[in-house]
């Protein structure tokens, strides 16, 4: 997320000369975005919320692979914002799934200390996200700038293809990781049902506190 975050804003500029509807497209973004949330909702109910973070996390890899396809002209702004529409749809499945999975976690560590420490999980995570989004965006800047990228001026081809590994192809190859990943997480639905009915029938006593 660092990676792509601290480089479409070039991409716009410098490759699809959309700089002027740059405010447009982020409307349009968080809008989706937040419409987005309840189609995650249903379907993690339907799917499993790691199944549901997998594909989320294959539609960001769909949208980055249509931006790698993109190409400057009068039809760009269009497609971008379809592009843009379903990628920010994505992005809020992989965050919504995420946490969400994580509130699994939580009822796991309750059931295997007896301790609910759900703030230190939610800390750590959140503390992790912007680390990592922090390192993402400042390695980026430092590998299109290897590829002798410039924001500023026309670049040559080597230039934009070391961008485009960048923006594109490392971010599309950690969203695949991501992926199959997650359809390998061991907490599904059948198996939290049983956590938390262990958790609800345990006696008072060795409950952890509310």
Do not use: C
Not at 38 to 63: C, D, N, P
Not at 123 to 136: C, D, N, P
């Amino acid at each position: 997320m660092g990676m792509i975050a601290s480089l479409y804003f070039f991409y716009l500029d410098r490759y699809l000369g959309l700089l002027s509807d740059f405010s447009y497209l982020n409307l349009a973004a968080m809008a989706s975005g937040f419409i987005g949330s309840s189609i995650w909702l249903r379907a993690m109910y339907r799917i499993g919320k790691h199944r549901a973070l997998s594909v989320s996390s294959v539609t960001v890899i769909l949208t980055l692979l249509a931006f790698a396809l993109m190409k400057p002209g009068p039809h760009a702004f269009a497609i971008a914002m379809a592009i843009w529409i379903i990628s920010a749809v994505g992005t809020t499945g992989v965050e919504t799934s995420s946490y969400a999975l994580l509130s699994d976690v939580v009822d796991y560590g309750e059931l295997k200390s007896g301790e609910n420490r759900a703030g230190n999980y939610w800390a750590l995570q959140a503390f992790m996200q912007k680390v990592t989004i922090a390192a993402g965006g400042g390695l980026s800047l430092i590998i299109v700038g290897l590829f002798d990228f410039h924001p500023d001026r026309a670049n040559s081809p080597a230039a934009m293809n070391g961008f485009f590994l960048t923006f594109i192809f490392i971010p599309m190859a950690l969203n695949l990781f991501a992926a199959i990943q997650s359809l390998f997480f061991p907490i599904d639905r059948r198996r939290h049902d049983i956590i938390r009915r262990r958790i609800e029938t345990r006696p008072t006593a060795q409950r952890a506190p509310a």
